[in-house]
């Protein structure tokens, strides 16, 4: 051997004694890599054959699955309970072609090539349900008739890796009609209905075999999200995607030559009717069932399962404050009406909330006539507004900021402003120059006189001392919810934005609760054979300063005392406050003793729910106040379920004694104020205020109805800074603001200038 090789030889000897070099390469050669692959490969091969042999195709079990739900009131007696599911079987030769083929276009248009599965799909199904991520599309249109009709719901590794299995044995088992045909009867389309047949009545009101092309396209697109993409209930959001869903499924027949191109371009969205209760719902059991539901939908239990049965709910309800607040509503207000011989009554629509404040239990709800009737429950719709019920959200975030007039003046309830009709505001962007009720003007009155009279013009300028922005948000912290009608405008200070009882009487109870946020809540307990669910606590941390809250308490008390809600006043201490919207839509009186807060609200609605209308004159001649029946009905209702009454004192810690206004001449009742009632005794004097704009009639209604009201006609404000009320639509706001004004800055009910809050004068 020469030297060289020599030389080669030690060298590779010395590469073969490193530690760790040529060792690791060796244990890791590409050769043992793909032995290594392709072992596992043919383990798992082996693996899935031994399960497909191993894993029969059960019997159907969706409807076996189904059973009752059981509803019980607070103290344990049933409420209600669900009975027979809601499906109907029909043949795929009852369901047009085409409406067949919106499905196949919507969840699978390979259905009838494929061998049943996705196994992309079902792969990152897989590895998201490991990694936590929760649900994924892409199944096909056999695996979700397979977890419908065979499995169930559960995302858990082990269940896709059975509807795996059972889809590829369905699939080579069965045709692919009896598959679809499966699908589309056992698939959930919300609103309680399984299956094309009662899809088409919940939805359209006929049977699947009279369902066009866009109707279908609907209901295929409601499968991916049956809650959200119900038209009647769903918001802004929920409603452009199932329109896009819908144009989706349409485009996509054309594409595969299913739907000519000239009949898909004249198709129109068609919006579905708006729902009905379910038989046994009748009364106000229906509206306490859904407003149960719709809380544990709130709290992670999807509509479907609920839908499902099996669940035993127990309500906060109070069997006997429930009868008493239904009885209150019919003595004050449908013995009054004559809902079948007066057009103008059939408009009337009153709702109502009750919580105690220091537990957040929701104690009495009012939805409406009979959720069979009207199903849209008015105890928890925002569509209307609030009005001047907000005007203690703007007092309360003025104590809570500090916020001083604009001549440095800090706010509270001795705080003097100038209460002239139309006076512009001082310090806004926006013009606004609100007209009080009657266009009166009051002179220089303090923050509680204000609110016992519910001055617009005083309140125009609060707002804007405070900043609308931080109101808001005040607003936003006692409960309310945000959405359409909020701008950050002067005329938000008139309650312009959408509120329902539900969640004014989730503000008041905050307020009645020195502060502490409390959230209506109305499932007490919810127990399922598979799971319970747990509710929070209703009662959070400081929303605000308990001297804030006990301010605004003790300023509503005049309210009631001596001001627009002087019919509330009963054998208890109480603090409310009066409103009435623009156009006379809506009247309101939110209230509440030491141990209950109560929300009464009525509704202008057009007898087919499809918009709002004026309350004036469908109850008595002229308006509608806040004063009046909504008064009368919390009154009764609050004395009722107080046992007759209370001895019970609010507990409150204020910032300033109050001081009592001095009366200016213009504060004496006018001929048409004095008072009468029920109990013919005189009443304190009480002054009301308007709407801004123009009203519909002139307030010439009942004297014990001080008109509180609020708002503006016709959008108002410049940029949308009033709602015009808005239409509904099966329940929800179509239009509902306003972007009137002019280049000027001027508008109904509005003039250009600006004013502030002045200087108490010298004693």
């Known amino acids: 051997m020469g030297r060289a090789e020599e030389r080669q030889a030690r060298q590779r000897g010395a590469r073969r004694a490193k530690p760790g070099g040529g060792g690791i390469r060796r244990f890791f050669t590409w050769r043992k890599v793909l032995g290594t692959f392709l072992g596992l490969c043919l383990a798992m091969m082996a693996a899935f054959i031994v399960v497909y042999i191993l894993v029969p195709v059960p019997e159907g079990n969706a409807q076996a699955q189904m059973q009752s739900n059981v509803y019980k009131y607070g103290n344990g007696k049933i409420l209600a309970r669900t009975g027979k599911v809601n499906r109907e079987i029909v043949g795929l030769e009852k369901i047009p072609q085409d409406v067949q083929k919106t499905f196949i276009a919507a969840e699978n248009k390979t259905f009838y090539q494929d061998s049943g599965i996705d196994l992309k799909g079902t792969a990152r199904g897989l590895l998201n349900t490991v990694t936590g991520k929760g649900k994924q599309g892409g199944s096909t249109i056999t695996q979700q008739y397979v977890k419908n009709y065979y499995l169930n719901q559960d995302q858990t590794v082990s269940r896709k890796l059975q509807e795996l299995v059972i889809s590829l044995k369905v699939d080579q088992q069965k045709d692919k009609n009896e598959i679809l045909a499966g699908y589309i009867n056992t698939s959930y389309y919300g609103r309680g209905a399984y299956g094309i047949q009662a899809a088409a009545q919940a939805y359209y009101r006929i049977d699947a075999q009279k369902l066009n092309v866009a109707q279908g396209a609907y209901l295929a697109a409601l499968l991916q999200a049956p809650s959200q993409y119900d038209w009647a209930v769903a918001s802004d959001t929920g409603k452009k995607l199932v329109t896009e869903r819908w144009n989706y499924v349409l485009n996509n027949m054309v594409e595969e030559g299913w739907l000519d191109a000239s009949e898909r371009a004249g198709l129109k969205f068609p919006v579905p009717k708006a729902p009905k209760a379910a038989p046994g719902m009748e009364g106000q059991t229906g509206y306490l069932v859904e407003a149960a539901n719709e809380e544990l939908e709130r709290q992670g239990v999807s509509e479907k399962d609920i839908k499902a049965g099996g669940w035993t709910i127990t309500l906060n309800i109070d069997e006997k404050k429930q009868k008493a607040l239904t009885k209150a509503v019919e003595d004050q207000l449908e013995a009054k009406l004559d809902r079948k011989g007066d057009k103008r009554n059939v408009t009337v629509q009153a709702g109502a909330t009750s919580v105690d404040p220091k537990t957040g239990h929701v104690v009495a709800l009012y939805g409406g006539v009979s959720a069979t009737e009207h199903w849209l429950s008015n105890a928890t719709r925002r569509d209307y507004q609030p009005a001047s019920t907000f005007k203690p959200v703007v007092l309360a975030s003025a104590l809570e900021n500090g916020s001083v007039t604009q001549d440095g003046r800090k706010i509270g309830l001795n705080t003097v402003y100038d209460g002239t009709s139309k006076r512009p505001v001082e310090g806004s962007d926006v013009p606004f120059a609100p007209e009080n009720e009657d266009d009166r003007s009051y002179g220089p009155v303090t923050v509680q006189k204000a609110t016992n009279s519910s001055i617009n013009s005083v309140y125009a300028q609060m707002i804007v001392d405070v900043g609308p922005d931080r109101v808001k948000k005040t607003a936003l912290d006692l409960g309310m919810k945000d959405g359409k009608g909020w701008p950050e405008q002067?005329?938000?200070?008139?309650?312009?934005?959408?509120?329902?009882?539900?969640?004014?009487?989730?503000?008041?109870a905050t307020l009645d609760n020195h502060g502490k946020k409390t959230t209506p809540t109305i499932v007490k307990s919810a127990a399922h054979r598979d799971r319970t669910v747990e509710i929070p606590d209703p009662i959070g941390g400081q929303a605000i300063s308990r001297e804030a809250a006990d301010t605004v308490t003790e300023a509503m008390t005049g309210v009631v005392e001596s001001g627009s809600g002087t019919n509330?006043?009963?054998?208890?201490?109480?603090?409310?406050?009066?409103?009435?919207s623009e156009n006379n839509r809506s009247a309101w009186f939110v209230g509440y003793t030491p141990e209950l807060v109560t929300a009464v609200a009525l509704f202008g609605e057009k007898p087919d729910g499809t918009g709002q209308v004026t309350l004036t004159d469908a109850i008595n001649p002229g308006r509608a106040n806040g004063g009046g029946v909504p008064a009368q009905i919390w009154k009764q209702y609050t004395?009722?379920?107080?046992g007759g009454g209370s001895d019970t004192e609010f507990d409150l810690e204020i910032s300033e004694p109050v001081q009592e206004p001095e009366e200016s001449p213009t504060d004496e009742p006018t001929e048409t104020e004095k008072p009468h009632g029920p109990d013919d005794k005189p009443t304190k004097t009480r002054e009301p205020d308007r709407p801004t704009g123009t009203p519909d009639s002139t307030p010439t209604g009942d004297p014990t109805d001080p008109g509180d009201s609020s708002g503006t006609d016709s959008g108002g404000t410049d940029n949308g800074g009033t709602t015009d009320g808005g239409t509904t639509d099966g329940g929800t706001t179509d239009g509902g603001t306003s972007d009137g004004g002019t280049d000027s800055g001027t508008t109904d009910g509005t003039t250009d200038g600006t004013?502030?809050?002045i200087k108490p004068p010298r004693r």
């Open 755 to 757: 004013t502030a809050g």
């Open 490 to 508: 002067p005329a938000m200070s008139l309650g312009t934005m959408g509120a329902s009882p539900w969640d004014m009487a989730g503000v008041y």
């Open 568 to 580: 509330a006043l009963g054998d208890y201490h109480a603090a409310g406050k009066t409103g009435t």
């Open 639 to 642: 004395t009722g379920a107080l």
